[in-house]
């Protein structure tokens, strides 16, 4: 059986291969490994890239949270506003400083934090406001801003599975006091193995960032506080730095597979296709449909069987996940998010699909509803 995974590494990694081999050998050759020159110019590229004028190579993405969240002021007994609807590493690195994340529903159609719902939810307490830009679609940043430049809260953007993304022409990243973007393989640029990046404007952050990932030392052995353990490898960022010439036209071919499946997907009345907003580019990190409740994990068996792999992000949110559960949410508190966890279902969309695997996908959907009824 041929199978179509959701994402093929290999195939990508066969259409770089000599400029990822060679990058890698020449680090081999310096035996240079811990931050570095590739580390350097790789930085000075995702700030172009993303139009800010700092950025600073971490040790992941979920580093690059923490780090942010460090040098926004977040510790213990503090509050940062944050999608319930994401990846753990979201709030996880919230509640590793000792902070609290205060959970805010989504918008149903972009999966996005609500800005409606935001307010609400300021108190004395908060210290950011954390917006995800889920799937490779950007948050509405222009409601998020207003709020929180009314209340006088810094804004750091999850920007790990968005970068590249505009909203109003402005890239992901280029809004808050930080962008994090994570590195992860499975990312759009994805490394060899773990990385991440912050990105902001401001000076003073980039310098106090750039300490802290080294244990809290601008000079070395000289500590002015307590830092981390968080640098980027040279040899992931040399990997990197081929990678990120391809990044936009990966990001085009994506948007290209999903266009087919819009087009495709639209005419099955069971499918809801992923929305949107007119002001936005999605760049696909992940293509995601709605499906009804009762026929979603169904759908997913059904299309394992027939070789094609297909997930669901997210089944559990997490204000209802055991780790939170001393919070005190229930079921029913943040509806959205919830009938999210129990309708979607990622599909492959990565940017080396082929007509024929594009067409099966579509077809075995299309099979699985003619079936149902």
Same mark, same amino acid.
């Given at each position: 059986?041929?199978?179509? *995974?959701?994402?093929?590494?290999?195939?990508?990694?066969?259409?770089?291969?000599?400029?990822? @081999?060679? $990058?890698?050998?020449?680090?081999?050759?310096?035996?240079?490994?811990?931050?570095?020159?590739?580390?350097?110019?790789?930085?000075?590229?995702?700030?172009?890239?993303?139009?800010?004028?700092?950025?600073?190579?971490?040790?992941?993405?979920?580093?690059?949270?923490?780090?942010?969240?460090?040098?926004?002021?977040?510790?213990?007994? @503090?509050?940062?506003?944050?999608?319930?609807?994401?990846?753990?590493?979201?709030?996880?690195?919230?509640?590793?400083?000792?902070?609290?994340?205060?959970?805010?529903?989504?918008?149903?159609?972009?999966?996005?934090?609500?800005?409606?719902?935001?307010?609400?939810?300021?108190?004395?307490?908060?210290?950011?406001?954390?917006?995800?830009?889920?799937?490779?679609?950007?948050?509405?940043?222009?409601?998020?801003?207003?709020? $929180?430049?009314?209340?006088?809260?810094?804004?750091?953007?999850?920007?790990?599975?968005?970068?590249?993304?505009?909203?109003?022409?402005?890239?992901?990243?280029?809004?808050?006091?930080?962008?994090?973007?994570?590195?992860? *393989?499975?990312?759009?640029?994805?490394?060899?193995?773990?990385?991440?990046?912050?990105?902001?404007?401001?000076?003073?952050?980039?310098?106090?960032?750039?300490?802290?990932?080294? =244990?809290?030392?601008?000079?070395?052995?000289?500590?002015?506080?307590?830092?981390?353990?968080?640098?980027?490898?040279?040899?992931?960022? $040399?990997?990197?730095?081929?990678?990120?010439?391809?990044?936009?036209?990966? $990001?085009?071919?994506?948007?290209?597979?999903?266009?087919?499946?819009?087009?495709?997907?639209?005419?099955?009345?069971?499918?809801?296709?992923?929305?949107?907003?007119?002001?936005?580019?999605?760049?696909? =990190?992940?293509?995601?449909?709605?499906?009804?409740?009762?026929?979603?994990?169904?759908?997913?068996? =059904?299309?394992?069987?027939?070789?094609?792999?297909?997930?669901?992000?997210?089944?559990? *949110?997490?204000?209802?996940?055991?780790?939170?559960?001393?919070?005190?949410?229930?079921?029913?508190?943040?509806?959205?998010?919830?009938?999210?966890? @129990?309708?979607?279902?990622?599909?492959?969309?990565?940017?080396?699909?082929?007509?024929?695997?594009?067409?099966?996908?579509?077809?075995?959907?299309?099979?699985?509803?003619?079936?149902?009824?």
């Amino acid at each position: 059986m041929h199978r179509i *995974p959701l994402l093929d590494l290999k195939v990508q990694y066969e259409s770089i291969k000599h400029d990822v @081999d060679k $990058a890698i050998e020449a680090i081999l050759d310096s035996q240079n490994f811990i931050l570095g020159a590739e580390v350097a110019a790789f930085e000075q590229e995702i700030a172009s890239y993303c139009d800010t004028k700092y950025a600073i190579g971490v040790a992941s993405g979920t580093d690059a949270l923490k780090l942010s969240l460090r040098v926004a002021g977040a510790g213990r007994g @503090d509050e940062v506003i944050i999608s319930p609807f994401t990846f753990m590493a979201t709030a996880g690195a919230t509640s590793e400083l000792g902070a609290i994340p205060v959970f805010v529903d989504i918008d149903p159609k972009t999966y996005t934090i609500d800005p409606r719902l935001i307010e609400a939810k300021i108190t004395k307490k908060t210290k950011a406001i954390l917006p995800v830009h889920l799937y490779g679609q950007c948050a509405d940043m222009d409601e998020v801003l207003s709020v $929180a430049q009314k209340h006088g809260i810094p804004i750091i953007e999850d920007c790990a599975q968005a970068i590249g993304a505009t909203y109003d022409g402005k890239k992901a990243g280029s809004f808050g006091f930080t962008g994090a973007i994570s590195f992860f *393989p499975s990312k759009n640029l994805g490394a060899f193995g773990d990385g991440g990046m912050i990105v902001t404007d401001e000076e003073n952050v980039y310098k106090r960032l750039k300490a802290l990932r080294v =244990h809290g030392s601008a000079v070395r052995y000289i500590h002015s506080e307590l830092g981390y353990n968080s640098r980027l490898d040279n040899l992931q960022a $040399a990997v990197l730095r081929v990678k990120l010439r391809h990044l936009d036209a990966w $990001a085009k071919a994506r948007q290209e597979n999903a266009n087919f499946f819009n087009a495709e997907l639209s005419k099955i009345k069971d499918v809801t296709i992923p929305f949107v907003a007119s002001h936005n580019s999605h760049v696909y =990190h992940q293509y995601v449909i709605r499906v009804d409740r009762t026929k979603r994990d169904a759908l997913i068996a =059904h299309l394992e069987q027939s070789g094609i792999e297909a997930r669901v992000y997210y089944p559990i *949110p997490l204000h209802l996940q055991e780790c939170y559960r001393f919070l005190g949410y229930k079921k029913g508190d943040l509806p959205n998010s919830e009938k999210a966890a @129990d309708t979607t279902i990622a599909l492959p969309v990565y940017p080396e699909l082929t007509l024929p695997d594009k067409k099966f996908i579509v077809n075995t959907i299309r099979e699985f509803f003619e079936n149902a009824r």
